[in-house]
Each structure stands twice: as C-alpha cells, then as structure tokens.
C-alpha cells in the first residue's frame, strides 16, 4: 500500500525514539523483576514487541520472554486466543501486552482475558499509537504517541524492513 507524506505521522527515527522511550519506562515501572514478558498481538504487536524486548535487553537486566498472540481481531470469539510459546509459564511473572494500535480496546480485553488463568503478577498494555476510542475498560501503560482521530479515520501502523511509520488515512 502506498502512501503519501502528508498521512505520515511517525517516521522510522520517532518510532525508534518512543520505543527507546517506552522501555525505559517499562524498565523504570518494573526494575525490581528479574524477568518480564511481552505479548506481541499479532502481527504488529508482535514485531513491535520484539522492537520493545531488543531495547530492553540493551538498557536493563531484566530477561525478557517474547510471545505471541494471535486471534481473530474481527470475530473474537469464534477461535481460542492462541498464545506461543504454548508451554510459557506466566505465573507470577509481569506481562505487557503490546500492540501498535490502541482503538477500541476489544482485541486487548480478549488478550487479558486469555493471559488471567495463567496467574501473571501484574498485567500492563504497552500501544505505539493510542487513539482514545475506547468502548473497553482498556487502557494503555505506556504510550509512544498520543492521537486524537475521528471514529472514520484510520491508522496504519507499517513495521517492516524497507519502511517502520505510522500513518493516517
């Protein structure tokens, strides 16, 4: 997909500066913890997530353990949340949940919902882009960057090898 300068709203040096950023307030916030878990939703979440783990590692001695969420974001409940590794222990341990884009909330409350029954410590929400439509008592721990949209608008949030950037349409 193609698009234009003027949609931009984060380049590939602002999104490596807020997740700089937001590692150092994930350390900050849970210093004390020797491990951390990130739940990257698929398939931004988790490249983002994996973005997040990196820096954390460079700034912190906290070992962080890389998951993956994938679920039907459109139909919920018509499939399980699958969470990978499978065999991931998560009691007692603090896991963030990380996706690019904070909108209504429903894809993060069925995420929390399928990490509860693991027992974690503590359940935080790590979003690059949050755009304040939420209709689900869902709200994000750490944020790159604030937005207020219209319910029309859209962001699309690009992590890939040849282009990293946010963009509204």
Same mark, same amino acid.
């Given at each position: ?11 590939? %040096?602002?999104? /490596?500066?807020?997740?700089? /950023? ?20 698929? &398939? #931004?979440?988790?490249? @983002?997530?994996?973005?997040?783990? $990196? ?5 912190? +001695? ?13 139909? +919920?409940?018509? %499939? +399980? ?5 499978? #065999? ?23 995420? @929390? ?6 027992? +974690?410590?503590?359940?935080?929400? $790590?979003? @690059?882009?949050? &755009? ?6 869902? %709200? %994000? ?5 604030? @937005?207020?949209?219209?319910? &029309?608008? /859209? ?10 950037? $946010?963009?509204?349409?």
């Amino acid at each position: 997909m193609k698009h234009s300068q003027q949609n931009l709203i984060l380049d590939q %040096s602002q999104i /490596r500066q807020k997740i700089t /950023r937001m590692a150092y307030e994930v350390y900050e916030q849970n210093f004390e913890e020797q491990t951390l878990a990130l739940a990257g939703i698929h &398939r #931004n979440g988790y490249t @983002l997530a994996g973005m997040l783990a $990196a820096e954390l590692e460079k700034i912190s +001695p906290l070992k962080v353990t890389l998951l993956q969420v994938s679920l039907d974001k459109t139909a +919920p409940l018509q %499939s +399980p949340v699958a969470i990978t590794p499978e #065999n991931a222990n998560l009691e007692n341990t603090v896991v963030i949940i990380v996706d690019d884009v904070l909108n209504t909330g429903k894809t993060l409350a069925y995420t @929390l919902n399928a990490l509860l029954p693991q027992n +974690p410590k503590k359940v935080e929400i $790590a979003t @690059l882009v949050n &755009r304040h439509h939420t209709l689900f008592p869902v %709200s %994000s721990t750490y944020t790159g960057y604030s @937005l207020a949209t219209t319910l &029309r608008e /859209r962001v699309d949030v690009v992590l890939q090898e040849n282009e990293v950037a $946010a963009y509204l349409h």
